[in-house]
């Protein structure tokens, strides 16, 4: 033993790399990670790569820093329960693998928007998005990702703890747009006024929430308050808002959207929900299924058909009722590819009841209340969603770096870097593609959006989420049998590639998506002009 010092806060000791080597056996076990020295002495028997990995020659006693990350992720060590086996530091070697302190972003390339790397430019963001951004990652690393990992594996809803702290910073709020049910609000503690909130301090949001890995949670993290709410501050009466609106964005109450029905997925105008009239009351009867948060939701948005027995084509009758949880209504999760904790809902209305002002917008305009709500759900989905795909862009990065196989990092093979080329590339575009789309969301009325990027809406979530499963598809190659392991090195790519066909369905099918962006670009089609 060469020295005693205070290195951070706890008393180490430093050793010699010749000390270390004479521990290499049963009993008296130690290796070295990155200059830290580890006994293992008791631990080999409980290693869960086995205690022969251990003991081999190569290990026992010696430097094991590229063996051990090539098996195991950097937060192996970081957990209390192995961090406490390091018992000092070499003598003379600095640890170079530190974690990244909260808040912080990547340095790994391409693993953040370019606007985040330090010199390069946007005209998108200005120092306020910055340190919007600085706050909201480190929120979300120290109050949300714990939550994340934990409610993604037992499959329970996300905390209530967390949700009042998210509630505290009006994060649910912030999440439904800009917009008047964020005045006199104190947004992220502060850092910008409800005045200056615009549609990227809402895109950071949605980037921090597409970037915890965990698909399920990402939903269960309100999204149906995301979805489910907006008809009820754009239709609802004065008095069903002020009732409804601060019970939701305190997290004293949750909401769902339930519009889409084992009869009609895409086809919302199929449904086969009824509402009839008793007095001052809706009757509602029918079924819903998918419904997110729906199994632990207070309130129910609900698309119905008032008009029983008219052809399923006509509108008249089409109306949209927010109708709060009782007796009458069941709600039954259901088990999917994504953690329940998601919320995930098979919803009855059996004769439940509702006051007549609860109806969002008129009767016969229901269509309207839904289809208004789409154009910002399957933004929000592209943003959570491209995400998600750079975050997998990070992994396979730092994988194909530190995993060496033919006695060469991965990123030594041609077919490798052409993999990676690709992912690269699509997340770039996707991210310009948004970005322009978001300035575009700024600078027009929700009308004029609708009338003039609704179609490219639709294609952008169609490239996003195809892109996706491309991307899903490489990475998972890249990480081989880990790929398909849902702990471990590959468990953001397990989760990543189990998952993405969801962002490929939910708020409408990229097939009709992609579909609904042609249909609106050949209705624009000038008559005037030929060949
Ligand atoms: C302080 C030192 C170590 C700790 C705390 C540790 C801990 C772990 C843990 C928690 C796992 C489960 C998988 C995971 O969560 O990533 C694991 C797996 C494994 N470890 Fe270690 N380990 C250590 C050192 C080593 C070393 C030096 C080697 C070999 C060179 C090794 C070889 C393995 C292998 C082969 C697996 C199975 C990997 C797989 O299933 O993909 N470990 N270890």
Not at 29 to 34: E, T
Not at 73 to 102: C, D
Request: net charge neutral; hydrophobic share 35%.
């Amino acid at each position: 033993m060469l020295e005693t010092h205070k290195s951070t806060s706890a008393v180490k000791t430093t050793f010699t790399v010749e000390e270390v080597a004479q521990h290499n056996k049963p009993g008296d076990l130690w290796i070295i990670i990155d200059a830290k020295v580890y006994d293992v002495s008791k631990f080999v028997n409980l290693h869960p790569g086995g205690a022969g990995v251990l003991l081999a020659k190569n290990v026992a006693g010696k430097d094991a820093t590229e063996a051990f990350f090539g098996l195991h992720r950097h937060e192996v060590l970081l957990k209390p329960q192995y961090a406490r086996l390091q018992i000092g530091t070499v003598h003379g070697q600095e640890e170079i693998i530190k974690p990244l302190a909260p808040g912080q972003p990547s340095p790994v390339p391409y693993a953040e928007p370019a606007w985040l790397n330090p010199g390069f430019h946007s005209p998108y963001y200005n120092d306020k998005h910055r340190d919007f951004q600085r706050a909201v990652r480190k929120f979300f690393e120290e109050v949300v990702y714990p939550d994340a990992v934990r409610h993604e594996e037992d499959g329970k809803r996300i905390s209530q703890e967390v949700v009042d702290k998210l509630c505290e910073m009006n994060i649910p709020a912030m999440r439904i747009g800009p917009g008047k049910h964020l005045k006199g609000r104190t947004l992220m503690g502060g850092i910008i006024t409800p005045e200056e909130f615009d549609h990227f301090h809402e895109l950071i949001i949605n980037f921090e929430v597409g970037r915890l890995g965990t698909r399920g949670y990402v939903d269960g993290l309100l999204a149906g308050e995301v979805i489910g709410l907006p008809p009820v501050l754009n239709f609802g009466s004065p008095e069903l808002q002020a009732k409804v609106v601060p019970e939701v964005l305190s997290g004293k109450k949750f909401i769902c959207l339930a519009i889409s029905e084992a009869f009609a997925g895409s086809d919302v105008g199929g449904l086969q929900t009824y509402a009839e009239r008793d007095g001052d009351e809706w009757v509602i009867t029918g079924t819903k299924k998918w419904i997110t948060n729906g199994t632990f939701a207070d309130y129910f948005t609900v698309a119905c058909r008032s008009d029983h027995g008219t052809p399923p084509d006509t509108q008249n009758g089409y109306v949209v009722i927010l109708v709060p949880r009782q007796d009458a209504i069941s709600t039954k999760s259901i088990k999917t590819a994504y953690s329940s904790t998601a919320g995930t809902s098979y919803v009855t209305f059996d004769g439940a009841r509702a006051p007549v002002a609860n109806t969002l917008g008129k009767v016969g305009n229901g269509m309207q209340v839904v289809l208004s709500n789409f154009n910002h759900e399957r933004w929000m989905i592209v943003c959570t969603s491209l995400s998600a795909q750079r975050r997998i862009v990070e992994e396979c990065l730092k994988w194909t770096t530190q995993r060496v196989a033919f006695g060469k990092p991965l990123h030594a093979q041609p077919v490798v870097r052409a993999r990676l080329a690709n992912m690269i590339a699509r997340v770039e575009a996707g991210q310009n593609w948004l970005e322009f789309v978001t300035y575009q969301m700024n600078n027009m009325s929700y009308q004029e959006q609708s009338d003039k990027i609704a179609g490219t809406i639709g294609l952008l979530k169609q490239y996003i989420t195809r892109t996706g499963r491309e991307t899903a598809e490489d990475a998972t190659l890249l990480f081989g049998g880990r790929g398909i392991t849902a702990s471990g090195m590959g468990k953001l790519i397990e989760n990543y590639h189990r998952t993405s066909p969801y962002d490929a369905i939910l708020g409408g099918s990229e097939d009709v998506l992609g579909d609904l962006g042609v249909r609106q670009a050949i209705k624009k089609m000038p008559k005037d002009i030929r060949l």
